[in-house]
């Protein structure tokens, strides 16, 4: 295998494929692993369909064709193939003049198979990849959930509307309500005599007028 990849004009075709839901920099250091495995390669990357990946692991953040976009953007990927099987065979790989397929070399069940990618371990045919720690889809994701109060605040603050942070009117009277709460008690802290708070269930009700309340709070958060 060592002799392989040497010529320039016959690169090892090699086939790689994957969701690639927002597409993050571990997923550009995978198919960089592929496109160095030998120093002449053409990688063929394939992307899942959205039909297939809502039914195994649910619905993805992009669409089959925003995924695809960013991997043809990756400098390391040769060929992108949209809507790729989600099982793949050997015949599959000899349809693409692919010798190897690359992944990571955790066993992956699927249904009865133990492990979708035996064959190709078994028949030599399969290259292994590391993944890149500390980063994934379901990080980036956990990371934007985390923060979304705080994000649609931070928005509510600079006067986005409802329709424009495609939130409902409920939410975005809760951001207020909150953005009153941490205004008048940054007021409190500095002033506790001013402001008398009657809380019931964790929500405040305060003794100034309605219209007051909620048009306060643009003035008090730009300071």
């Known amino acids: 295998m060592s002799k392989e990849g040497q010529d320039p004009e016959h690169p090892v075709r090699i086939y790689t494929d994957g969701v690639f839901d927002c597409f993050h920099y571990g997923h550009a250091r995978v198919l960089e692993q592929c496109k160095k495995m030998f120093p002449y390669v053409h990688l063929i990357v394939g992307v899942c369909a959205d039909a297939d990946v809502i039914k195994e692991k649910g619905r993805p953040i992009m669409t089959a064709e925003e995924r695809t976009e960013c991997v043809k953007h990756c400098k390391w990927a040769d060929e992108?193939?949209?809507?790729?099987p989600w099982l793949i065979n050997l015949d599959y790989l000899d349809k693409l003049g692919c010798k190897?397929?690359?992944h990571d070399p955790e066993p992956y069940p699927y249904n009865d198979i133990p492990d979708v990618y035996g064959?190709?371990?078994?028949a030599n045919r399969f290259l292994a990849t590391k993944r890149?720690?500390?980063i994934s889809t379901t990080d980036i994701i956990n990371r934007v959930l985390v923060d979304y109060d705080r994000y649609i605040e931070r928005n509510v603050k600079k006067g986005l509307k409802p329709k424009e942070l495609n939130i409902s009117n409920e939410k975005?009277?809760?951001?207020?309500?909150n953005l009153l709460w941490k205004s008048m008690e940054k007021r409190r802290e500095n002033n506790p005599l001013n402001y008398y708070?009657?809380?019931w269930r964790g929500k405040t009700k305060t003794l100034m007028s309605k219209e007051n309340s909620i048009n306060s709070i643009d003035d008090e958060s730009t300071k």
Request: aromatic share 20%; net charge positive.
């Open 80 to 84: 992108v193939i949209l809507n790729c």
């Open 100 to 102: 190897y397929i690359a």
């Open 119 to 122: 064959p190709f371990k078994k």
């Open 132 to 134: 890149t720690e500390g």
């Open 172 to 177: 975005y009277f809760s951001a207020k309500i």
């Open 197 to 199: 708070f009657i809380i």
